[in-house]
């Protein structure tokens, strides 16, 4: 390994600590403020305000793309060094967001409107309500549009301890906002909306004025560069089609369960999806700090480190999840009942479900950061959004003929798995990518783990009743034996001896210390 490469590994591992302490302050937060808005709002509520932001999520298939092609232009320039393009690149994007902007804004108040208040499945007495919750759900996706330029270029530059700082404020603020909900005379379901959309406007403040006094091409200007506009709408119109797949897939079948199941199941829904969310923060850590390097080694022509990326990047985050997964999978009605006291009918079930989703989708994303990369994605879309778009009629099918409401997940989990073929042959298309070398370095590993690791845990709830000692107690033995098949079955016998080498060396370091 050259020294550049070690440097880059140095800085993936600083930037993932720096994030992690980031989630826990914000996981914990997070799960204290759902329990409690929870309770203020009541299930119909929280329901509604999951179902009726989704709704304005759903817009996103609009502007989602042209979010990523913003980062995916400034992490380019950045490792070509070229700064003039990269100032016109940031300049560029922001005209954009702007008249994209007011495009969504267009469009949801004409569709998003007519479908909330004629075609949704919500009680007439909390319609009004519901239409406050559009409405400041518009203003702050339109806030966090505008911003997602000034984000891209903390990530581009790996300044990830800025996110880790900022979100001590912003946690803070989200506190208030359940204190003022508590005390608050207004409709609460209205309040916690509004308050929200005040939450946003600050952090787009924040980030907005650290990134113009500390990155020089962070300073708008009205460029209209023909050439550039092209090649990123062009980027982007072909990114839309695999957005408008995800946005189906997930907002979408929000959609469906609310036309046919109701208001509870879509609050079971979005709890089981916080906790996800949860999990996968861990994750989001580690792939922040890393696609950066893989979308920059592509630039500098470094295809063998960013293969070696790909493999070790892909099997490196899944286990993060597993790990984490393990006792949560096994004990998620116990946790749930802890958390939230009384969860709606099916959250704990929906929650082991979006994690095996979310596992399948996480296999796939260091392949998607090197195919974006390329810049070619032109075919890769295509066929990702031919096969991907199959989960919303597939949802649609299973709801008529009467299947039950977690066949959701059932069919997103198997075609998101498939969908993973796709990028393999993709990148091999593209890069020369080996496939043999990421399924016997990644896959292979992967599979191995996520059997063997269930093993002894499950043998745990057959033996003692559900409790806070059991959870405890699973917890206990998942976790050191889910790390023990990974260090046995995950790991090839360099990176045992690279890992025991730096624990060694850890250790002596403490000794002399002490």
């Given at each position: 390994?050259?020294?550049?490469?070690?440097?880059?590994?140095r800085r993936i591992?600083?930037?993932t600590?720096?994030?992690?302490l980031?989630?826990?302050?914000?996981?914990?937060?997070?799960?204290?403020?759902?329990?409690?808005v929870?309770?203020?709002?009541?299930?119909?509520d929280f329901?509604?305000y999951?179902v009726?932001?989704g709704?304005?999520?759903?817009?996103s298939?609009?502007?989602a793309?042209?979010?990523?092609?913003?980062?995916?232009?400034?992490?380019?320039?950045?490792?070509?060094?070229?700064?003039?393009?990269?100032?016109?690149?940031?300049s560029t994007?922001?005209s954009?967001?702007?008249?994209?902007?007011?495009?969504?804004?267009?469009?949801a108040?004409?569709?998003?409107?007519?479908?909330?208040?004629?075609?949704?499945?919500?009680?007439?007495?909390?319609l009004?309500?519901?239409?406050?919750?559009?409405?400041?759900s518009?203003?702050s996706?339109?806030?966090?549009?505008?911003?997602?330029?000034?984000n891209?270029?903390?990530?581009?530059?790996?300044?990830?301890?800025?996110?880790?700082?900022?979100?001590?404020?912003?946690?803070?603020?989200?506190?208030?906002?359940?204190?003022?909900?508590?005390?608050?005379?207004?409709d609460?379901?209205?309040?916690?909306?509004?308050?929200?959309?005040?939450?946003s406007?600050?952090?787009?403040?924040?980030?907005?004025?650290?990134?113009?006094?500390?990155?020089?091409?962070?300073?708008?200007?009205?460029?209209?560069?023909?050439?550039?506009?092209?090649?990123?709408?062009?980027?982007a119109?072909?990114?839309?089609?695999?957005?408008?797949?995800y946005?189906l897939n997930?907002?979408?079948?929000?959609?469906l369960?609310?036309?046919?199941?109701?208001?509870t199941?879509?609050?079971?829904?979005?709890?089981?999806?916080?906790?996800?969310?949860?999990?996968?923060?861990?994750?989001?850590?580690?792939?922040?700090?890393?696609?950066?390097?893989?979308?920059?080694s592509?630039a500098?022509?470094?295809?063998?480190?960013?293969?070696?990326?790909?493999?070790?990047?892909?099997?490196?985050?899944?286990?993060l999840?597993?790990?984490?997964?393990?006792?949560?999978?096994?004990?998620?009605d116990?946790i749930?009942k802890?958390?939230?006291v009384?969860?709606p009918?099916?959250?704990?079930?929906?929650?082991?479900?979006?994690?095996y989703?979310?596992?399948?989708?996480?296999?796939?994303?260091?392949?998607?950061?090197?195919?974006?990369?390329?810049?070619?994605i032109?075919?890769?879309?295509?066929?990702?959004?031919?096969?991907?778009?199959?989960?919303?009629?597939?949802?649609?099918?299973a709801?008529?003929?009467?299947?039950?409401?977690?066949?959701?997940?059932?069919?997103?989990?198997?075609?998101?798995?498939?969908?993973?073929?796709?990028r393999?042959?993709?990148?091999?298309?593209?890069?020369?990518?080996?496939?043999?070398?990421?399924?016997k370095?990644?896959?292979?590993?992967?599979?191995?783990?996520?059997?063997?690791?269930?093993?002894?845990?499950?043998l745990?709830?057959?033996?003692f009743?559900?409790?806070?000692l059991?959870?405890?107690?699973?917890?206990?033995?998942?976790?050191?034996?889910?790390?023990?098949?990974?260090?046995?079955f995950?790991?090839?016998?360099?990176?045992?001896n690279?890992?025991?080498?730096?624990?060694?060396?850890i250790i002596?370091?403490?000794?002399?210390?002490?």
């Open positions: 390994m050259n020294e550049d490469n070690a440097s880059n590994n591992a600083k930037n600590i720096v994030l992690f980031r989630m826990l302050l914000v996981l914990g937060v997070a799960l204290f403020t759902s329990r409690v929870l309770q203020i709002l009541g299930v119909e329901g509604i999951n009726v932001g709704l304005v999520i759903m817009f298939t609009i502007s793309p042209i979010s990523n092609t913003v980062s995916r232009f400034l992490t380019f320039e950045l490792g070509t060094g070229n700064r003039e393009k990269l100032a016109k690149v940031f994007s922001i954009v967001q702007i008249i994209l902007s007011l495009v969504v804004v267009i469009v108040e004409v569709v998003g409107l007519w479908f909330l208040n004629f075609k949704m499945n919500i009680a007439p007495e909390r009004e309500a519901a239409n406050w919750v559009f409405q400041c518009v203003v996706f339109v806030i966090s549009l505008v911003s997602s330029p000034y891209a270029a903390i990530i581009a530059h790996e300044k990830m301890s800025v996110f880790a700082y900022v979100t001590i404020f912003e946690v803070l603020l989200k506190l208030a906002v359940v204190y003022a909900l508590y005390i608050s005379g207004f609460k379901l209205v309040a916690y909306a509004i308050l929200l959309v005040f939450v406007l600050l952090m787009r403040i924040i980030y907005g004025v650290y990134c113009k006094r500390n990155f020089e091409e962070c300073t708008w200007h009205p460029v209209f560069d023909k050439k550039l506009i092209k090649e990123m709408c062009s980027f119109g072909w990114n839309f089609f695999g957005n408008t797949a946005i997930t907002q979408g079948v929000n959609m369960i609310n036309i046919f199941f109701g208001v199941f879509n609050a079971a829904r979005g709890i089981a999806q916080q906790a996800d969310a949860a999990i996968m923060q861990l994750v989001n850590n580690f792939t922040t700090a890393l696609n950066p390097q893989i979308t920059k592509y500098k022509g470094n295809i063998e480190y960013m293969s070696s990326l790909i493999n070790h990047g892909t099997k490196y985050s899944y286990f999840m597993y790990l984490i997964s393990v006792p949560v999978v096994i004990e998620a116990t749930l802890i958390w939230l009384n969860p009918e099916d959250t704990a079930l929906f929650l082991r479900l979006a994690i989703g979310s596992l399948m989708s996480l296999l796939g994303n260091a392949m998607f950061t090197a195919i974006m990369a390329t810049g070619k032109k075919r890769y879309q295509f066929e990702v959004t031919a096969f991907g778009c199959l989960v919303f009629p597939l949802v649609w099918i709801y008529y003929f009467g299947f039950s409401v977690e066949w959701a997940y059932i069919i997103y989990i198997v075609i998101y798995f498939l969908l993973n073929g796709i393999c042959s993709t990148l091999k298309r593209l890069v020369n990518f080996s496939t043999g070398n990421f399924i370095q990644a896959m292979v590993p992967i599979f191995i783990v996520s059997f063997a690791s269930y093993a002894l845990p499950l745990i709830p057959y033996y009743e559900p409790s806070f059991r959870l405890l107690l699973t917890t206990a033995v998942s976790v050191p034996f889910t790390a023990l098949c990974i260090w046995c995950g790991l090839s016998p360099h990176e045992r690279f890992a025991s080498s730096k624990l060694m060396s002596k370091c403490k000794l002399k210390r002490g």
